[in-house]
């Protein structure tokens, strides 16, 4: 058991080190992104499903409570949250629209959409990106494996480079705290005004 725990943590370290080498300047980049629609006003929606969907609830609640800063409070909504929202339309409309009919309902053109998914094809996510790119929304993708279809819907896809889903989820979230800590960073710390 002491072995597999091991080989584990191995596998973890191991991609985190990919992660550091392949996606530090990507990452910056996201960063970057979503300072910049958060500064002139706009706001962030994000969704998953299952696990990607904690991310998302997570990520909202970290920019609009905070992070590890004292400061104001920021605009971002995880679609995953209202049950009665996600069971209205599945029934009415079918599961692959629970965040489409959302975008359409709650963006304006500048927010990013951020769609979190593992393998890279969740339906539902495409579906959305693909309306908030109509919508003249950002459309950012945290994915993993190859990026799946919706790589190419995305201005920015940020691609953690590992086919096992535990593993793309522990890069995820770690993805998600780093950019919270480069969003308040950006807006209202050590880096805010900075020219980049």
Known sequence: ???????QLQEHLALFQRIEHELAAPIAR???RLIDTLRIGNKLLIMGNGGSAADAQHFAGEIVSRFRMERPA???????????????IGND???????SRQVEALAAPGDAVIGISTSGNSPNVQKALEV?????CSTIGLLGKDGGSIKALCDIPLIIPSNDT??????HITVIHILCDLIEQGLFGVFAGEGR
């Not at 058991?1 to 080989?7: A, D, E, H, L, N």
């Not at 920021?74 to 069971?87: K, M, V």
């Not at 908030?132 to 003249?136: E, H, L, Q, S, T």
């Not at 535990?166 to 890069?171: A, D, K, N, S, T």
């Open 1 to 7: 058991m002491q072995q597999f725990i091991s080989g």
């Open 30 to 32: 996201l960063a970057e």
């Open 74 to 88: 920021l605009p971002a909504i995880a679609l995953s949250t209202d049950t009665s929202i996600i069971t209205a």
């Open 93 to 99: 409309y079918g599961f692959e629209r629970i965040f």
């Open 132 to 136: 908030a790119r109509a919508a003249g």
């Open 166 to 171: 535990p593993r793309v989820q522990e890069g």
